[in-house]
Each structure stands twice: as C-alpha cells, then as structure tokens.
C-alpha cells in the first residue's frame, strides 16, 4: 500500500524546481488538515439542497486523500501523500498532514475519493484513476504563498466533482445475462482537478459482471467526469452473457447528466414484450434525475 501511495506522485525531481517559484530551500511546517466533504445538490432553478460536511474518518464514500503541492505555474511537483483508510501505516490521522515546504508560491490540490488504490497525478492539470473505473471524487485546490520562518495551518473541505449514472432493471436478471455493458457518448474517467471537469469529452464504456442473484432486480452505478457543469449525452444500456453476445440493447438518447447529482434510469433489461423500447421522461428536477426506459 506504502508503495502505491508513492507511485501515485510524479516522478519529477525536486531540485529542478525554477528559482522563479521557490525562493528560498530552507523548509517551513505545513499543516494541512482535511476538515469535512461538502455534499450540495444543486437544483436547477435557485434553490438547494445543502448538507453539514461529513469528517473524513466517517465518510463511507471516501477511502483516500491525495494531497499535492506544485510550483505556482505547475510545472513541478514539490510534494504528493496519499492516505488509504484501509492502511493506518499511511496516516496518524486520516485527512491530516504535516511537512516541510520551502518557501515560495505553490497550488495545492487535495482529493478524496473511493478507492483503495491511489490516483495518478500525468501532470497538474491530468489526474486518471489506475484502476478500470473512476470513482466518486471530491477535490479542493488554492494558490498558496509560503514565507520564510513563517509555519502555516491550512484547512479543506472538499467538493464533490464528479457525477453518477443508475441503470436500475424493472424486471429480475435471467440466468444467461451474466454481465451489463453500458456506453456512454460523452463525458470521461480522467480529470482536472483545478477546474473539476473531465479532461476528455470522447465518451467511454463500461462493463462489469453482475452479481446479483437470478431472478433479482439488478442495478448498475458509475461514476465519471464531465466537461461542463450540465451535459447531455446518449447512454446506450446491453446485457451480454458469458461469450459477450448482446441479449439485450436499448439506447436512451438524450440524456441530461449535472456534476454532484444523479441521474436514474429505469427499465426492463431482461424480458421484453410488445412494450420494450417505450420510455417515459420525468419533466421535474428533484434531488436525482430519474428517466424510464
């Protein structure tokens, strides 16, 4: 785990950092401390919906911090950590850090996320997940200046960044259908966490086996990122058996997708009748998006 965590950083040397964004070499104690996730589901109209921030070590939807210093510019990686919840040996408080910084104009970064595993910083600006599939992701970035002989005390709460798609069947799962494969025209894994949007628009596709028993409703849930802050897409949904033949396929054009909300769609996937490929469209925003198919 110790050595995932360090491979999550870049492998930039230090000692190239420009004088132009580290003044002085002498190292000066940060403190950072991750104080909470901030969970807002924003309507579209005026109104929200606004939660307390929940503290790291009781959040079930965060299992890693990444905190991340770079040059103001961020052309160098001065300092990368990362926290797995799992591993104690990676942290004395899960969401604290202490290190030595020199002085000098930085951007610091710090992500919380679902997994066991950490990021992988490309650069300041491209941050992919090493695994298959992204995860729910929160993030909190600023410009932070560090003076000589002057400790500093920082604090974050994170917002989350990413938005979910629910592909919910109405219908319970037949024994050949073994695996859901959905497709999405838009939207992507990786993203930037300065802005918080996807860092490709190319669309992907995800496939995961299914566990849920025969004859059981099935749900299937991803996470990714998007490029603005409302997208619209195509989301085509198959059910495939074990050789990958299609069972079944529907696409759902249109589809709105909002960072920090969900969006549900409903149908059958495993028996079709004289109805199959009719769907009806919720008009009015609530908390979730919910769509049937």
């Not at 109104?47 to 040059?71: C, D, H, M, Q, W």
């Not at 799962?173 to 838009?186: D, F, G, N, P, Y």
């Not at 993203?191 to 028993?213: E, K, L, Q, R, Y």
Request: proline share 3%; with cysteine.
């Amino acid at each position: 785990m110790m050595l995932l965590a360090a491979m999550s950083c870049s492998n930039e040397s230090e000692e190239n950092v420009s004088d132009a964004q580290v003044v002085s070499d002498n190292p000066v104690p940060v403190r950072v401390h991750v104080d909470g996730f901030s969970v807002t589901q924003g309507e579209f109209e005026a109104t929200a919906l606004t939660r307390a921030a929940t503290a790291p070590a009781s959040n079930e939807g965060v299992k890693a911090i990444t905190l991340v210093f770079y040059t103001s510019d961020g052309t160098k990686q001065k300092y990368c950590s990362t926290q797995l919840k799992e591993d104690a040996s990676t942290y004395e408080t899960f969401g604290s850090f202490s290190l030595p910084l020199p002085a000098g104009s930085y951007k610091m970064i710090v992500l919380g996320y679902n997994s066991d595993y950490p990021v992988v910083f490309n650069s300041m600006t491209d941050v992919v997940f090493g695994e298959d599939k992204s995860r729910e992701t929160f993030c909190y970035t600023r410009d932070v200046t560090i003076e000589e002989g002057t400790p500093v005390d920082l604090t974050a709460t994170l917002d989350r960044i990413v938005t979910r798609l629910n592909v919910q069947s109405t219908d319970n799962r037949t024994a050949e259908a073994t695996q859901v494969r959905i497709s999405l025209s838009k939207g992507g894994r990786g993203f930037n966490p300065i802005t918080g949007f996807a860092t490709s628009d190319a669309g992907f596709v995800n496939v995961a086996t299914t566990s849920t028993a025969v004859g059981a409703t099935t749900r299937s849930t991803i996470n990714f990122f998007i490029t603005e802050e409302d997208e619209t897409m195509d989301v085509t949904i198959e059910t495939l058996d074990d050789s990958d033949n299609v069972l079944f396929s529907k696409v759902v054009t249109g589809v709105p997708f909002r960072r920090n909300r969900t969006t549900v769609l409903t149908g059958a996937m495993y028996h079709f009748g004289d109805a199959a490929g009719a769907f009806t469209l919720e008009t009015e925003w609530d908390t979730n998006y919910n769509k049937d198919f």
